[in-house]
């Protein structure tokens, strides 16, 4: 069963990364404690629309702080 991490998990994952796992440790474990979610279609377009949106604001960051940079 293809599984998305919530949060990390030793051993196993980290979060945000998509990874096929037994399907009774993702049901009985994983997805019982929070710690990830089924990777259907809808879940991975989010994950990847959350990732582009992440993506864009530490480009941005990173534009304003070089800014800054050649103020001083």
Do not use: C
């Amino acid at each position: 069963m293809k599984v998305i991490f919530l949060a990390d998990v030793k051993g196993k994952g980290k979060k945000g990364e998509i990874k096929e796992v037994p399907t009774g440790y993702a049901q009985n474990f994983l997805i019982k404690k929070n710690l990830a979610k089924e990777a259907t279609a809808q879940a991975v377009g989010e994950l990847r629309g959350k990732q582009k949106s992440e993506e864009k604001a530490h480009a941005e960051m990173i534009a304003e702080a070089k800014a800054i940079k050649a103020k001083l």
